[in-house]
């Protein structure tokens, strides 16, 4: 049985922790914050630590999973590749392009696994999305539209709804059209601090597709949803509810699958890929690409104009 580390057990690490408790997989966790240490080690019946060194040191583990703020993710993986261990990094796997292209090359020179949390691969609904757009029955995807709003999320500190939400669907256009975004043009603002919380993002990918990814913290409420225009119809997805919608010519359907956590998924993929069991579906290389077109979103935004990429 795979052996594994959660260090960070804030409002997403601690649900890693549950999920891997539940699949006999929690070994160790760590935390700076000792409270919440205390809770989460006598819950589950694990060992807790403050210093993530002397988790490594002390237990013997074949993986992490890393889920503290972005702007630790460079040190904490090193620290953990150099160890020897897997590791799966909540996104985006780093602050910039330049630190996750640093992440892999570790990764790769250390001869370790190096996954990245992009959660919504795992999504019953983006399953269903990804086959009904492999099947072709609708025809060429031409346009897809992404919202993803929420509240002002307090835990966050060290970056903004970019790199906290935006990168979840810059990762879903890339992955449901298999094809790569070759244009980014985008508009931030920010209304109650330092960080942006609002970005208009539009992508143009390589073989036509249009992306529109909208991403707020301040909508009253929770709300992730995605539409797909097709050449014969169309295709709407609640990312909360995994409802899928199809429309055509001859009219609604609404196909039947069972819900599912995408966590769960998630974390029972990564410690089949530590067994060598499976390959994990989200690599460090769309990991960097997804920093590569998030840090053009910056670019874009602060010049005022479009962004070219290099393929």
Not at 40 to 56: A, D, H, I, R
Request: net charge neutral; charged share 30%; with cysteine.
């Amino acid at each position: 049985m795979v052996k594994v580390g959660v260090v960070g057990i804030g409002s997403w690490g601690k649900n890693h922790a549950r999920v891997l408790y539940e699949l006999n997989a929690l070994k160790a966790i760590c935390d700076v914050d000792k409270e919440k240490l205390a809770v989460n080690s006598k819950k589950f019946g694990v060992s807790g630590y403050t210093s993530f060194k002397e988790m490594l040191e002390k237990e013997k583990l074949d993986a992490v999973i890393i889920a503290t703020p972005t702007s630790t993710h460079l040190s904490l993986s090193l620290e953990a590749l150099k160890a020897g261990l897997d590791i799966l990094v909540e996104k985006p796997l780093a602050l910039n392009y330049r630190e996750a292209l640093k992440i892999a090359e570790v990764g790769e020179k250390e001869g370790r696994l190096v996954a990245v949390g992009y959660i919504e691969r795992f999504n019953p609904a983006i399953s269903k999305l990804k086959e009904i757009k492999e099947e072709g029955k609708l025809g060429r995807l031409e346009f897809l539209e992404i919202a993803r709003e929420n509240t002002w999320p307090n835990r966050i500190r060290d970056v903004g709804v970019v790199y906290d939400i935006s990168v979840h669907d810059i990762d879903i256009a890339r992955y449901v059209s298999s094809e790569e975004p070759i244009c980014v043009y985008a508009k931030l603002r920010k209304t109650r601090g330092e960080r942006e919380d609002l970005a208009v993002i539009t992508l143009e990918h390589k073989k036509g597709l249009i992306t529109s990814i909208i991403s707020t913290w301040l909508s009253p409420k929770k709300r992730r949803t995605l539409k797909a225009i097709f050449t014969k119809g169309a295709v709407n997805l609640d990312f909360l509810t995994q409802e899928v919608v199809i429309e055509d010519s001859y009219g609604t359907y609404i196909p039947s699958f069972t819900w599912q956590e995408p966590l769960m998924l998630e974390d029972r993929a990564f410690l089949e890929a530590v067994e060598g069991k499976r390959r994990f579906p989200i690599t460090a290389k769309d990991a960097i690409e997804n920093n590569k077109i998030a840090d053009a979103v910056f670019l874009s935004a602060s010049k005022n104009i479009p962004i070219y990429l290099i393929q």
